[in-house]
């Protein structure tokens, strides 16, 4: 079968390196027993090793040429392709425990981390190689310039790290940018932070960001009354320095 061309539109860059699909693998501790979801299988390299390992591999791709193929390539019982957008894929259909690996385009990083997150049905384990920048903004901590919202929203949700990065030769075509595999592990801290809501308190983070130069008073006035703000011991500061617990006090102040 002759390889399919990588659609530019789609952000299709496919990973070709053996050892960086391995660690993928091994990453997400994919075993016997485990239910995979891959997201973006493409030309089914990741898939390969998925199918080896695991119990089930479920692939699902949003180019339909692309997901006819992928049973020709990868010709293995325990796989099944559904041609779909992810972002509307209905995660509760999984078995619960299940885990995902993916190679994700850089425009749908940040949107299917936010559902895969708050799906009623979440993963355990997931390894994601997206843009090294994306990865960064997910794991950094208070006071460092790529911590902002993504950041807070992820580790609500999960223990998240940065593994490995990966050159763009490790891709064809190869992107323009570094690439880096992120690490996620299901712990929620809503319960232990006193968060009936995460939803809502979500909300609240993205308008404390809102403006990253402004302080926590300015970007929460209009919608709470520079008042009541100003006399937050937080209201001085800007919301890049401000920790999950900072910000779910604050919180717990609005709603308690």
């Not at 099944?80 to 509760?92: G, M, P, S, W």
């Not at 050159?167 to 232990?192: C, M, N, Q, T």
Request: glycine share 6%; with cysteine; net charge neutral.
């Amino acid at each position: 079968m002759s390889e399919s061309k990588p659609k530019k539109s789609l952000g299709q860059h496919w990973l070709h390196d053996e050892s960086a699909l391995l660690a993928m693998v091994e990453a997400a501790d994919v075993k016997p027993g485990d239910i995979v979801l891959e997201i973006g299988p493409g030309l089914g390299t990741l898939t390969k090793e998925l199918c080896k390992v695991a119990t089930k591999v479920v692939a699902v791709e949003f180019d339909e040429l692309l997901a006819t193929e992928l049973p020709f390539r990868v010709p293995a019982e325990n796989l099944e392709v559904i041609q779909a957008d992810i972002l509307d894929f209905d995660f509760t259909q999984l078995p619960r425990g299940y885990k995902v690996v993916a190679n994700i385009p850089y425009y749908l990083t940040s949107n299917l981390i936010r559902r895969m997150c708050e799906s009623p049905n979440p993963f355990s384990l997931a390894a994601l190689l997206v843009q090294k920048e994306v990865a960064e903004r997910v794991t950094a901590q208070p006071g460092s310039r790529a911590y902002g919202y993504l950041s807070v929203e992820a580790q609500l949700y999960a223990d998240v790290r940065m593994l490995f990065g990966v050159r763009p030769s490790a891709f064809r075509p190869p992107p323009k940018v570094d690439s880096a595999l992120i690490g996620f592990a299901l712990h929620s801290r809503a319960a232990e932070l006193g968060l009936d809501a995460p939803g809502e308190f979500l909300q609240f983070v993205r308008l404390c960001f809102q403006h990253k130069r402004k302080t926590i008073r300015n970007n929460l006035a209009g919608a709470y009354g520079a008042d009541r703000i100003a006399a937050w011991p937080e209201a001085s500061q800007r919301a890049e320095q401000l920790s999950m617990l900072q910000f779910a006090t604050m919180y717990r102040r609005l709603v308690g």
